[in-house]
């Protein structure tokens, strides 16, 4: 269940093999079904139909249906977050550091099941606030929270004048995800046949790095 501070608890169980097998079965079966029929399609008993468990089991597990969602959209967060490989490092080559980050971005943010994911929690966001709250934290403010360790880092290091790593890690993001992961939500192509891929990729990092330049 979520409780009134944001805050996502469920009951929790004993750690055994087939305890978390049939845990990572259960959030498997609900992320296909979520985003085959959304939020408001998917019951627990075709979640239980799919895996061959029980509505009790899902229940001590996530507590609800919603504990269900919402522990099937912080798994795919983590999934998102370490596909995109935040570096940890300064780097040598600030330039063409951001530009691979950028292309992971960019591919991670127009991925069909990721669209789709968001979709799913758009349409529930009004109806379950404290969701959206554990969405939002566990994906894109703990993200935005990598990326402006990392700006700072260079800060620091005189590599960068960025006294604000927070506001530049939204700037870059939105720089490069922005209009095409939009253009993908609205089922469209991420890019129109006028802009090419690498030369967007590459005009923001450098339109980036001159703002905040040593």
């Excluded at 009790?56 to 596909?83: D, I």
């Excluded at 069909?112 to 403010?141: C, Q, V, W």
């Excluded at 700037?171 to 090419?196: C, N, T, Y």
Aim: charged share 25%.
């Amino acid at each position: 269940m979520i409780n009134d501070n944001h805050k996502l608890t469920w009951p929790c169980c004993p750690a055994t093999s087939r305890g978390e097998q049939r845990r990572d079965a259960f959030l498997q079966a609900a992320r296909a079904i979520f985003l085959e029929k959304g939020y408001a399609g998917t019951s627990i008993d075709e979640v239980v139909q799919r895996t061959g468990g029980s509505k009790a089991s899902v229940y001590k597990y996530f507590g609800s249906k919603e504990g269900l969602f919402a522990a099937m959209f912080a798994e795919r967060c983590q999934a998102f977050l370490a596909q995109l490989e935040i570096p940890n490092d300064v780097s040598d080559d600030l330039e063409q550091t951001l530009t691979h980050f950028a292309q992971r971005v960019l591919s991670a943010s127009v991925d069909a099941e990721r669209i789709a994911m968001i979709r799913a929690l758009a349409s529930e966001a009004a109806r379950f606030p404290d969701l959206a709250h554990m969405a939002y934290n566990t994906g894109p403010k703990y993200g935005l929270g990598l990326l402006a360790d990392f700006l700072e880092r260079h800060h620091h290091a005189g590599v960068i004048d960025c006294p604000h790593p927070h506001i530049a890690a939204i700037q870059f993001m939105e720089m490069i995800k922005g209009h095409v992961q939009w253009r993908a939500l609205l089922g469209l192509s991420p890019f129109p046949e006028h802009i090419d891929r690498d030369d967007y990729v590459k005009d923001a990092v450098r339109t980036f790095l001159r703002g905040y330049q040593a």
